[in-house]
């Protein structure tokens, strides 16, 4: 039997969230391991943040510098990265505080929606490129997110059925586009008349994966129209 000396430390675990999977996380932990003091970190993009169990602390670190000083302040040993796959600064961030910390890393890799027959797929190496494709189409449905929103919108042309989670602040500088509430899990029925009712010729999406968004291209497939993939964010080099 190994003879190891229990540590008096208590397991603190830095999630950094924003996502379903880092939710249900947070879930699993609160539930199966009570002695472990887990914080959700959340860059807070939404007004309302999600009912999580444990700490939750909201917005940016401050940079890379930030972060270090959040970790050492709160005695983190462990860190899990299961933020959005475009999510990059971040992940970058915590791979480079963790190396400087000696803290252990783990990343939740979401995995990529598999081709199946049927999907008539496009790759977009980023969203001006994604930009100036979509404008060779009439009807456009953009799951981009928020923030991804910009160069479809300088670009004019087609026009747009705009998805996003919750209602903009700004004006969205679209000449023609009508504005969808949403966010997952969605449902292949609802996707599929979304895409029927706009006559959508192409749909546009990050190539996010997971299940919660997968029937938006499940309803695609099924009535043949084409998917715009907008490559993911290179994992970061440390
Ligand atoms: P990002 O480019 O990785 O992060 C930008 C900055 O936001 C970070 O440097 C950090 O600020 C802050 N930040 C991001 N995630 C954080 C977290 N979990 N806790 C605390 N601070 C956090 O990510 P992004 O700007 O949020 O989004 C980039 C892409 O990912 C977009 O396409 C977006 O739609 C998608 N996405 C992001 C999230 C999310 O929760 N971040 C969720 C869904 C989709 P400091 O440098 O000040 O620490």
Redesign the pocket.
């Known amino acids: 039997m190994p003879n190891r000396t229990p540590s008096k430390e208590p397991k603190r675990i830095l999630i950094?969230?924003?996502?379903a999977e880092a939710a249900a996380l947070a879930h699993r932990l609160a539930r199966d391991t009570p002695d472990t003091i887990v914080t959700t970190?959340?860059?807070?993009?939404l007004s309302v943040p999600p009912d999580l169990p444990g700490i939750v602390r909201v917005?940016?670190?401050?940079?890379?510098g930030?972060?270090i000083d959040f970790l050492r302040l709160a005695r983190i040993n462990r860190v899990i990265d299961a933020?959005?796959p475009?999510?990059?600064?971040?992940?970058a961030?915590a791979a480079l505080a963790c190396a400087e910390l000696e803290i252990p890393l783990e990343h939740i890799d979401r995995g990529m929606w598999r081709k199946q027959p049927g999907d008539r797929w496009h790759w977009a190496d980023d969203m001006a490129m994604a930009a100036r494709i979509a404008t060779r189409f009439r009807r456009v449905f953009l799951t981009?997110?928020?923030?991804?929103l910009a160069p479809f919108a300088r670009k004019g042309g087609p026009f747009y059925l705009v998805r996003v989670i919750e209602e903009p602040r700004h004006p969205l500088g679209f000449r023609h586009y009508v504005l969808v509430l949403g966010r997952g899990p969605l449902v292949l029925a609802e996707e599929m008349t979304l895409l029927k009712n706009f006559a959508i010729d192409l749909l546009v999406s990050?190539a996010s994966g997971g299940p919660a968004t997968e029937a938006k291209i499940e309803a695609a497939r099924k009535l043949k129209i084409p998917v715009l993939l907008v490559k993911r964010p290179p994992p970061p080099i440390v």
């Not at 917005?59 to 890379?64: A, H, I, K, M, V």
């Not at 475009?86 to 992940?91: L, P, V």
């Not at 981009?144 to 991804?148: D, L, T, Y």
């Open positions: 950094l969230g924003g996502t970190s959340l860059a807070g993009r917005g940016g670190f401050g940079g890379l930030g972060l933020t959005h475009f999510a990059a600064t971040i992940s961030h981009v997110g928020s923030v991804e990050k």
